[in-house]
């Protein structure tokens, strides 16, 4: 992506634990949609996500165009510390990527 990041993650420590939550800003066109005039939309969605934790990845999930434009995940990691690394990345079916990091709090 250009300039700024398709990605938003928070991050929260829950009883020994962390909790993910991230929002992806992406069309996630499953190619049977029409437009105004009749025409299909092509197909354009996130393939796979994946999260990693100190540059481990902890959690890859392979998705297809069923899921709702602009896609919003939470997940629980189990540990984790304050100031720990998370990055959330992910590549659609047109070659596209993302990723991001943060800082646990």
Not at 4 to 31: A, C, F, V, W, Y
Not at 90 to 97: A, F, P, Q, R, S
Request: proline fraction near 3%; include cysteine; hydrophobic fraction near 30%.
């Amino acid at each position: 992506m250009a300039n700024s990041s398709s990605i938003k993650i928070r991050t929260k420590r829950l009883d020994g634990n962390t909790q993910i939550r991230t929002l992806i800003t992406h069309p996630m066109e499953n190619g049977r949609n029409r437009d105004k005039i009749g025409n299909f939309i092509p197909a354009h969605h996130i393939q796979e996500l994946w999260i990693e934790h100190n540059r481990k990845k902890v959690i890859s999930c392979d998705m297809g165009g069923s899921i709702s434009k602009n896609p919003y995940f939470d997940f629980l990691l189990k540990g984790g510390e304050v100031g720990d690394t998370v990055t959330v990345s992910w590549v659609d079916n047109l070659g596209n990527t993302d990723t991001k990091d943060q800082k646990i709090k």
